[in-house]
T-cell receptor, first 114, second 114 residues
Framework: GENVEQHPSTLSVQEGDSAVIKCTYS??????FPWYKQELGKRPQLIID?????GEKKDQRIAVTLNKTAKHFSLHITETQPEDSAVYFC?????????????FGKGTRLSVIA | DVKVTQSSRYLVKRTGEKVFLECVQD?????MFWYRQDPGLGLRLIYF???????EKGDIPEGYSVSREKKERFSLILESASTNQTSMYLC?????????????FGPGTRLTVT
């Protein structure tokens, strides 16, 4: 089955700097890669996703890149702000996922220091 | 706006008690999931269901069972609660459609077993 590894487990950056979180996956059949953000005391929410027919996707200050050959994908946050502080989870699944659940990484706790 | 609700935010139970955690979604989603969240371990899938009366084991089903008698409701049952089941439990739902697969999470139930 699929296995998703996520690094680092914790990350501290100064406000305004960039943050990068990396994930690797094992199943070459996976082709849908979402990222979820969980603020303290809140539920996880989807912030961006990418499918294997696309190498990069951007949404304002966040971007995700995918390297299918190397089986890794990354989340990039530029010009970090205190409200970016949260736990971020990457995930992988086939697409369309049908009855196959997402496999999540263990999460990265990002702290943005003002 | 998708709503996923869980029956309790906080629950305290004694060892050996039977515990029911309820999850309800209002978007006619086919898929529903139960996760357990522990620090450093991320989101671990307990059970999921892709249709009424259907259930599939996730990564950590031992000590748990589930019930899905209606499409909108997915129940997690701890037959005999133990202290190692003290955790945050998150329910989620998603549509079974080709073009949209966002998982919507409930607010979570923090269960303490004493």
């Amino acid at each position: 089955g699929e296995n998703v590894e996520q690094h680092p487990s914790t990350l501290s950056v100064q406000e305004g700097d960039s943050a990068v979180i990396k994930c690797t996956y094992s199943d070459s059949a996976s082709n849908y890669f979402p990222w979820y953000k969980q603020e303290l005391g809140k539920r996880p929410q989807l912030i961006i996703d990418i499918r294997s027919n696309v190498g990069e996707k951007k949404d304002q200050r966040i971007a995700v890149t995918l390297n299918k050959t190397a089986k890794h994908f990354s989340l990039h946050i530029t010009e970090t702000q205190p409200e970016d502080s949260a736990v971020y989870f990457c995930a992988a699944s086939p697409y369309p996922p049908g009855n196959t659940p997402l496999v999540f990484g263990k999460g990265t706790r990002l702290s943005v220091i003002a | 706006d998708v709503k996923v609700t869980q029956s309790s935010r906080y629950l305290v139970k004694r060892t050996g008690e039977k515990v029911f955690l309820e999850c309800v979604q209002d978007m006619d989603h086919e898929n529903m999931f139960w996760y357990r969240q522990d620090p450093g371990l991320g989101l671990r899938l307990i059970y999921f269901s892709y249709d009424v009366k259907m259930k599939e084991k996730g990564d950590i089903p031992e000590g748990y069972s589930v019930s899905r008698e209606k499409k909108e409701r997915f129940s997690l049952i701890l037959e005999s609660a133990s202290t190692n089941q003290t955790s945050m439990y998150l329910c989620a739902s998603s549509a079974h459609r080709d073009t949209y697969y966002e998982q919507y999470f409930g607010p979570g139930t923090r269960l303490t077993v004493t």
